[in-house]
């Protein structure tokens, strides 16, 4: 049997400050990307960055908060994360600094705003404190509704 | 310079029956721009692995697609197989591999028929179609399902099948090789499609490599990413080996298919003598607690399964990236400078499944 490559795979946490230029760095080595994701843990969003090369991977973790979620866009390095960071947008409420084609929060058609994470739509909404007679949330009208 | 203007195109057109929007900007009939949109049907499966235990998670990835279903079982699998350190048996790995393959006859053969109705050959549309029904045969015989096969599982397969019924597999493929053949060679030979496809919608190497292009739009473009390369699955005893043309238009990437469609019934004639004696199932104890990025290379191209649990029984995410999702910016800028009339070529070229890319 030969080498195994799809198990050689690297996990790193990367500061958000050092964002971009730890993506271009992987950029100028060669590796393409792979795709984009969000996992909601807790008060923060973890995004995950898959860079491919040579059928190995190398993944770079970068945290922020969920209730103010922000990052710059690495559309500038590798203009296919556009399709990635828009849709994170949508779904997770994380706004993209310098995104190069900026869908305004309209990739996805979804009836429930950032269903992925809560904390950007009350944040968002500003409704913790919500006076009476206000719009309710659409989770409490309908509890674990499509998104 | 001509007057621009802005046609919709979709999210309801001819072309194929799922949505996608395209905001085409013409000048006379020239397409200067091409805007993306999708999401009419985002069905939120991700998030069902906030309510489906890990081993029940399979029969939802399987299902966010209906052509490529074998594939996002195996995908999902291998994922949360990685996350735990599990090593599959090998002839479970060699029967997901036949499944696989079977499954990518089967898909090639959807698109070719998709691809002759798109520019309207209708009996051509019929014959690959009639072929494709002789595969999902096997998958019937084989898994009890046409569409959706479930038996795929963390740490193996459920259904063994005999070498008895192996044998027979190959058997009907060989016999469907020859009307296979005089089927693609119309798609290769006949003037009218090559009118069609020769030249229309060229994406060079270097392109495919900016825009991150997978499966077939990269390879017909001279690109290898094929992660059957990878090392999984039974491919590395077998002879594979990715087919790459390098003309970089519809019609080279309509020819890697074509070469798919042959190797792969090779691969399963290979798979089918090479198959070992044994298990195809390993007992799995204890629940996903790191994280892994699974990679399958689905008929369309690579696509990613990345699991992330927390030692419970729910995982903290599953994410599946399609590969028609990582197709999106080539299709774009092949739009660009084609003519109006060639849209739905390039369209049904990357092999659209938004099914998949909107989960």
Redesign the interface.
Known sequence: ???????I?E?VSVPAAELLETVSDIKTKGY????I?A???DDVLEV?Y?F?KD?T?K?LKVETPARSAELYSVTAI???A???ENEIH?LFGITFKNLA?D?GG?????AKET??NPQAHEAREEIPEAPEGARKDPEEIQE?G?? | MGKRTVIPFGPQHPVLPEPIHLDLVIEDETVVEAIPSIGFIHRGLEKLVEKNEWPEMVYVIERVCGICSFGHGWGYCKSVEGNLGITVPLRAEYLRTIWHELGRIHSHLLWLGLLADGFGFESLFMHSWRIRETILDIFEETTGGRVIFSVCKVGGVRRDVSNEKLDKIVMTLDGIRKETRELTRVFLEDSSVKNRLVGVGMLTKQEAVDLCAVGPVARGSGVNNDVRCDGHGAYPELNFEPILEDGGDCYARCKVRIRELFQSMDLIKEAATKIPDGDIAIAVRGNPSGEFVGRMEQPRGEAYYYSKGDGSKFLKRMRVRTPTNANIPALVKTLQGCDLADVPMLVLTIDPCISCTER
Request: one cysteine or more.
């Open positions: 049997m030969s080498e195994r490559k799809d198990l795979q996990f393409r990307l792979g795709q994701c996992t909601t843990l995950l898959s491919e059928f991977l993944n590798y203009p296919p556009f399709i990635y949508d084609i869908f309209h990739f996805f058609k979804i269903p992925w674990g499509g998104e």
